[in-house]
């Protein structure tokens, strides 16, 4: 079966860096694009990140651009999201997300809080 695995939250002052991973397993990878989404509290899930199957392509959500980056390891199965120059708004829970058929899966997230 599908399974998404995030690691990586923690607690950061504003300004620091963190990366996230997402390892994935029941599914053919290499041939599905990858998706980092973010939920706050009280706050509808918003797209952060996208990237395609072979890293060819990806896309930011505004709000990170120049700040995020993700990236995929196909060889482990594995797509992260490198985060700068964090802010207090980023704080949230992290999913990692596929769509290898026509449902989409979820991972079970993981939390990054940023406060001084």
């Known amino acids: 079966q599908v399974q998404l695995v995030e690691s990586g939250g923690d607690l950061v002052q504003p300004g620091g860096s963190l990366r996230l991973s997402c390892a994935a397993s029941g599914f053919t990878f290499s041939q599905t694009a990858m998706s980092w989404y973010r939920q706050a509290p009280g706050k509808e899930r918003e797209l952060v990140a996208r990237i395609s199957n072979l890293g060819l392509s990806t896309n930011y959500a505004d709000s990170v651009k120049g700040r995020f980056t993700i990236s995929r390891d196909n060889a482990v199965n594995t797509v992260y999201l490198q985060m700068n120059s964090l802010k207090p708004e980023d704080t949230a829970v992290y999913h990692c997300?596929?769509?290898?058929?026509?449902?989409?899966?979820w991972g079970q997230g993981t939390q990054v809080t940023v406060s001084s």
């Open positions: 997300s596929a769509q290898p058929t026509v449902r989409r899966y």
